[in-house]
């Protein structure tokens, strides 16, 4: 098993150390962090996305695959900016205003960070104005929304509404999810697409963003 492999199945079995280790190790080795990322990190989410999808995996088993992979990325990270490799996008990921569940968001991020976005989070109890302005300072080509809470959800229609008000919905695309949301919903409020989970969700964001 060369050391990729053994990243990859470090990820999957969700051993943060190990898989630290190996980053480093291979890193040292002289492999480039670019190609770490794409060969090894990348396929490990796909991969924990792939048995989540089929039930073999449940969100504890993925949190800890997540955190292993963040693990390891945060050795590359520093290397890729060096190198100025290109994220696949770059995503503002919030849960809306008045809800403040975070276990789902923070498993979205996890796994939109495991397929090569840059990731920019603003938490919790996040109000329309400030996706706004987050989208304005960042450049940012999505916009990821959640909301646990049936009385929250008209938060997520508002902040749609405020991107619109902004003339930054369109250049940005919306993608929403938790649990009391549906693609009906996401499809009455304009929302660009809805996941109904972590792994769908970074699959989505690829879709979107082409």
């Not at 996401?186 to 697409?193: E, N, R, S, V």
Request: glycine share 12%; hydrophobic share 45%; net charge negative.
């Amino acid at each position: 098993m060369n050391i990729k492999e053994e990243i990859f199945e470090n990820i999957l079995n969700g051993s943060a150390p190990e898989t630290e280790q190996l980053v480093l190790q291979a890193l040292k080795a002289g492999v480039g962090a670019e190609e770490l990322l794409r060969d090894a990190l990348i396929p490990a989410m796909a991969e924990v996305g792939v048995r989540f999808e089929r039930g073999d995996l449940y969100i504890p088993e993925m949190l800890i695959s997540a955190r292993a992979m963040k693990a390891g990325l945060a050795h590359l990270r520093p290397r890729l900016v060096e190198q100025d490799v290109k994220p696949a996008g770059k995503i503002i990921l919030g849960t809306v205003k008045g809800d403040l569940h975070d276990i789902g968001k923070n498993l979205v991020g996890m796994m939109m960070e495991g397929a090569g976005f840059q990731v920019i989070d603003l938490g919790v109890d996040v109000s329309p104005d400030k996706f706004v302005q987050s989208v304005k300072d960042t450049g940012a080509e999505l916009v990821g929304m959640s909301a646990l809470l049936t009385t929250t959800m008209l938060s997520m229609e508002a902040t749609i509404q405020a991107l619109k008000q902004a003339g930054l919905y369109g250049k940005v695309k919306v993608i929403v999810g938790g649990a009391p949301i549906t693609q009906g919903y996401a499809d009455k409020i304009g929302a660009h697409g809805y996941a109904s989970d972590a792994s769908s969700a970074s699959r989505k964001a690829m879709e979107l963003l082409g």
